[in-house]
């Protein structure tokens, strides 16, 4: 179909339908008539960080969880590899943040040789896994020239998410046919304990994994399914699009209501309320309501269906957000680690306390004979950056967030074509969800940090050469 050459951009992306790739404008109507399946590298890309961890729902796949796991992020260096070989893509535009992140790269190689880190390979174990995470920042841009690449993969990861929601949702409705026959192994039955709640009828209800294995996770897929669900519903696609977008919509606010996750249910209003501002600030006033509606019902109509199959004590949990302090609240349940992390790490361990002290490259390749290393908790992203490179990570990656939401803010604001800034107002949204995760998780060394560099270079190569508004 294609010829994969480096010489020829075409492989890169979906050809246009029309026939003319350098075409500007970015129409409901063009995209309606967009092909249906994944197109190039890239969006093969997209799909492979659902597909390679789903791997891990089927049967007798925990034999092979370190493969998979690492495979998600190999993936990731394949796209730099292609990058840095194929002379012919562009790379005039850097992004912001880039020099930020090279730094943070530097100074973990130096952390490597820190005599606290827990081993050699798992240092470098460690390192490469922060490199993976954010070098699609500098790659994903060559391979993303113009808004319609954006959407195609924006449309991607809301079905690749919603499928995954809808499957978080049927695993607590029929667990008995979705649930995944085994779990991580690194659970004890004390986590898997603390995972389960009561249903209807005293049932036990595990709180649902999605297409993975660790109970719970199908919470970060649905936080990103609810915003774009809602999104795409009020573009101008076919009617029967649109419903399927709203459907993803409210499976991905229902699983997270049946993961008990209150962060991500207060992270999705939080998404939902930047996208709306950004559409204020357009003065979009009819979206706006369109959206407002919308998302106040889905928000309902999940709790409402959520609370039939998994039970009164899932109005219960997410009450409490209403019914209790917040500020309490928080510091009960990650606020405790926030504080650890600034009052003791950071003056114990100002340039960080050695690489995989905490983590899974501690509990894959950390040398656990080594007593002078040894393993320090840490949930909350700020403890993980003092842990890894003390106040010198802490401040590098900081910057390098700050200046690519300040990035992604000023495109919403600023290009000129209405649906330019739609489409930067909705990575904003996603993007502006994971920098909340950072106070209740630990966002950049996962997925979802790879997600976030990820749509950070898609949409700067997308919208780097487009007119601006004066």
Same mark, same amino acid.
């Not at 990058?83 to 005039?92: I, K, L, T, V």
């Not at 060559?142 to 959407?151: D, Y």
């Given at each position: 179909?294609?010829?994969?050459?480096?010489?020829?951009?075409?492989?890169?992306?979906?050809?246009?339908?029309?026939?003319?790739?350098?075409?500007p404008e970015i129409t409901d109507?063009?995209?309606?008539?967009?092909?249906?399946?994944?197109?190039?590298?890239?969006?093969?890309f997209v799909v492979s960080q659902t597909v390679i961890p789903a791997m891990l729902y089927l049967p007798g796949s925990q034999a092979y969880r370190l493969p998979l796991r690492v495979g998600a992020y190999v993936v990731a260096f394949i796209g730099f590899a292609i990058?840095?070989?194929?002379?012919?893509?562009?790379?005039?535009d850097r992004h912001p943040s880039q020099r930020w992140l090279a730094l943070v790269l530097l100074y973990l190689t130096l952390m490597i040789f820190h005599p606290l880190t827990s081993s050699l390979l798992a240092g470098v174990a460690q390192t490469l896994l922060y490199a993976a995470i954010f070098l699609p920042v500098f790659w994903a841009p060559?391979?993303?020239?113009?808004?319609?690449?954006?959407?195609r993969l924006l449309a991607i990861l809301l079905v690749c998410n919603g499928i995954n929601s809808m499957v978080g949702v049927l695993q607590v409705y029929d667990p008995e046919r979705f649930m995944p026959s085994q779990l991580s192994l690194a659970l004890s039955r004390t986590a898997l304990a603390a995972a389960t709640y009561i249903g209807p009828?005293?049932?036990?209800?595990?709180?649902?994994?999605?297409?993975?294995?660790?109970?719970?996770?199908?919470?970060?897929?649905?936080?990103?399914?609810?915003?774009?669900?809602?999104?795409?519903?009020?573009?101008k696609f076919a009617w029967w699009k649109r419903a399927i977008?709203?459907?993803?919509?409210?499976?991905?606010?229902?699983?997270?209501?049946? $993961?008990?996750?209150?962060?991500?249910? /207060? &992270?999705? +209003?939080?998404?939902?309320? @930047?996208?709306?501002?950004?559409?204020?600030? %357009?003065?979009?006033?009819?979206?706006?309501?369109?959206?407002? $509606?919308?998302?106040?019902?889905?928000? /309902? &109509?999940? +709790?409402?269906?959520?609370? @039939?199959?998994?039970?009164?004590?899932?109005? %219960?949990?997410?009450s409490t957000l209403l019914a209790e302090d917040p500020r309490s609240l928080y510091y009960a349940s990650r606020g405790q680690q926030l504080e650890t992390g600034f009052a003791e790490l950071a003056?114990?361990?100002?340039?960080?306390?050695?690489?995989?002290?905490w983590g899974m490259m501690r509990g894959y390749f950390g040398d656990r004979s080594n007593l002078e290393s040894t393993e320090?908790?840490?949930?909350?992203?700020?403890?993980?950056?003092?842990?890894?490179?003390?106040l010198v990570l802490l401040g590098l990656y900081s910057l390098a967030l700050a200046f690519a939401a300040w990035y992604e803010w000023r495109l919403a604001m600023s290009l000129a074509a209405q649906e330019d800034r739609f489409w930067a107002a909705t990575v904003a949204a996603v993007n502006i969800g994971t920098l909340a995760l950072v106070f209740s998780f630990v966002p950049f060394i996962t997925q979802v940090g790879l997600q976030y560099w990820f749509l950070e270079g898609a949409l700067h190569g997308a919208m780097t050469r487009r007119p601006r508004r004066t």
């Open positions: 179909m294609y010829d994969a050459r480096p010489d020829d951009p075409s492989w890169r992306a979906a050809p246009d339908p029309d026939g003319d790739e350098h075409d109507e063009a995209l309606d008539r967009e092909p249906a399946l994944p197109q190039g590298f890239l969006e093969w990058w840095w070989f194929d002379r012919s893509a562009p790379n005039d060559a391979f993303v020239t113009e808004p319609r690449q954006l959407v009828d005293g049932r036990p209800i595990l709180r649902p994994p999605g297409l993975f294995d660790t109970p719970g996770a199908v919470c970060g897929p649905g936080t990103v399914a609810a915003l774009l669900g809602l999104v795409f519903a009020l573009e977008a709203l459907m993803f919509s409210l499976a991905g606010i229902s699983a997270i209501y049946l $993961s008990h996750v209150r962060a991500n249910f /207060v &992270v999705t +209003l939080g998404m939902m309320a @930047v996208y709306a501002a950004a559409l204020l600030f %357009q003065n979009q006033k009819a979206r706006l309501t369109a959206f407002a $509606s919308l998302g106040a019902g889905v928000v /309902v &109509v999940g +709790l409402t269906a959520s609370t @039939v199959i998994g039970g009164e004590s899932i109005r %219960q949990r997410f003056s114990q361990y100002p340039f960080g306390a050695g690489l995989a002290r320090i908790w840490a949930e909350v992203q700020p403890s993980g950056w003092l842990l890894d490179g003390g």
